[in-house]
């Protein structure tokens, strides 16, 4: 599946500039309370490192980042800042970088939000592609693990989807993408059927976009 998503053609890599930046505040989502086993439908992050896999092939051949949030520092596990002022309308495109676990949202090619996510495990990655939105559903209960993920964002129907989650290095998923509750409400208001979600692992979020 290729995705089209700017009409010109990107800079070759290191030869283009910085998109402008426009400036949001990082929030934090609330602490979880300290607890010996995870919350319902996550999982004790695995110590193991999992096989580096060949990097796949570009996912699509051009997607021109216009401007960039600005945030004083790396958004931490948890912290996650949004900013739709000035952005244009226009379909969602979201984009996890599973390697620096953060997940970027942008309208036209301006970056409106972004925040820290976590992922599948060894055993149960969080597959690579592109996928479009198949279903929305606010109160979601997962029918596997019998556990609430609420503003459930669909990718596959065989059990992988953006939703809220605590977010934090201990945890891990069964192969979602987990955010923090407060983005994943705003991220459920902006997105619709049929926007597109980029999963890579290696995202110029400061450049022409290649993953």
Avoid at 103 to 128: A, H, M, N, W
Wanted: with cysteine; glycine share 8%.
């Amino acid at each position: 599946m290729t995705l089209f998503l700017a009409a010109s053609p990107a800079p070759a890599p290191g030869n283009h500039r910085d998109a402008p930046l426009r400036a949001a505040a990082i929030r934090e989502a609330p602490a979880p309370a300290p607890a010996k086993d995870p919350p319902p439908g996550l999982r004790l992050r695995s110590t193991e490192t999992a096989p580096v896999a060949p990097a796949p092939p570009p996912a699509r051949p051009d997607f021109t980042i216009r401007s960039i949030l600005a945030l004083d520092h790396p958004l931490a596990p948890g912290e996650y800042a949004w900013n739709e002022e000035g952005a244009p309308a226009g379909a969602a495109v979201i984009v996890a970088d599973l390697r620096a676990q953060m997940l970027y949202v942008y309208r036209q090619g301006v970056e409106i939000g972004r925040t820290s996510l976590i992922q599948g495990d060894v055993d149960k990655p969080t597959p690579l592609g592109i996928f479009p939105i198949l279903q929305k559903k606010r109160h979601h209960i997962s029918n596997l693990y019998d556990a609430p993920m609420p503003y459930m964002l669909r990718l596959t129907w065989d059990g992988v989807a953006i939703h809220s989650s605590v977010v934090s290095d201990d945890y891990a998923t069964h192969g979602c993408i987990g955010i923090p509750d407060e983005f994943a409400q705003l991220l459920f208001g902006q997105a619709k059927l049929g926007d597109h979600v980029l999963v890579t692992r290696g995202w110029d979020a400061n450049g022409p976009g290649r993953a």
